[in-house]
């Protein structure tokens, strides 16, 4: 596995186009692309990774995930009445199913149906006490106390959300937010703005391996069935409009970040994280989707076979 991950290294290594970064938030645009990291950690317990494993960076919407399997804890099914599971085949921050679909945003992946998702699991809480839970979770998930978030990024959303504000004022409009608009976009950009490093998120993505357990710390996490439909989700849902293409690209569930982060689920073999900042015109990591790529050529772990 070392060896796959060197080679794959070299290989991000030598291209020169990669991609662009995120500009519209303006402390991701500050981001030196040149940077790329791969972390593969196994069910046994073996972790292998190749480039800078350890720096940390912007994990944005990979925390989807995470929210997601918190709001599945609290709400159980009742979360399908607030976001759907159907890919939307728009772009991340996009608004106009909104309109056509009652407010109701298509999956919590998406930016509206992520929002939507904190505004179910605050449940009567302020911002700072669902951080909290949040911060607390993805620490437990990745076995790792040192995890925190980003104020500078944090604070860089906020002053260029407006996108994100219309979305939420838009379901506010359909009845369908129970806390302040400004309270849940506040906890929103936080939860994006948590940062860690390849190590830590492959970590974290363990329980989604091996039917709900992590078998790094020996912690069942969800049910197994929970665990299989929130990879489906992934697979379906997790690149936005470039799902389909990531699916027949790699044929894993992941999920991507604006932060040029993604971490993809092989069931039964591995949790991968990968970064590299510079992103593809939809928004998903050039790099990263490139060397799950060539992993996945390696591996023959693509859920469709080799
Ligand atoms: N695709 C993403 O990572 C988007 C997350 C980002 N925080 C936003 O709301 O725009």
């Known amino acids: 596995m070392q060896d796959i991950l060197n080679d794959i290294y070299t290989t991000m290594l030598s291209r020169t186009d990669r991609g662009q970064v995120a500009n519209y938030i303006p402390q991701l645009a500050c981001v030196n692309p040149e940077q790329f990291a791969i972390t593969v950690a ?67 992946f998406i930016n509206a149906g992520a929002i939507a998702v904190v505004d179910a699991i605050m449940m009567g809480h302020q911002p700072r006490e669902t951080l909290g839970e949040i911060l607390q979770f993805v620490r437990f998930l990745a076995n790792d106390e040192s995890i925190g978030i980003d104020e500078k990024v944090a604070q860089s959303e906020l002053t260029t959300g407006d996108r994100n504000a219309a979305l939420a004022h838009f379901m506010a409009a359909y009845g369908r937010m129970k806390h302040p608009v400004d309270q849940v976009l506040g906890t929103y950009f936080h939860q994006c703005a ?15 391996v091996s039917d709900g ?46 932060g040029g982060g993604i ?13 590299s900042p510079g992103l593809d015109s939809i928004g998903n990591s050039k790099l990263g989707t490139e060397a799950l790529e060539m992993l996945v050529q390696h591996t023959g772990w693509s859920i469709f076979g080799h």
């Open 263 to 275: 971490l993809a689920v092989a069931p039964g073999k591995a949790s991968i994280a990968v970064w």
């Open 213 to 258: 357990v992590n078998k790094h710390t020996g912690i069942r996490v969800v049910s197994a069935q929970r665990a299989r439909r929130i990879n489906s989700l992934m697979l379906m849902c997790g690149h936005y409009d470039g799902s389909g293409e990531f699916a027949y690209r790699v044929g894993l569930p992941g999920k991507s970040g604006v």
């Open 42 to 108: 196994l069910p046994d317990g073996q972790v292998f990774s190749a480039g800078c494993a350890e720096t940390l960076f912007s994990i944005q919407s990979i925390s989807k995930v995470f929210t997601l399997t918190i709001a599945l804890g609290k709400l159980g099914d009742a979360v399908w009445s607030r976001v759907g599971r159907e890919p939307s085949g728009d772009p991340f921050n996009s608004i106009v199913q909104l309109e056509h679909e009652n407010g109701k945003p298509r999956n919590p």
């Open 194 to 208: 948590i940062s860690m490093n390849c190590l830590q998120l492959a970590k974290a993505g363990m329980f989604l």
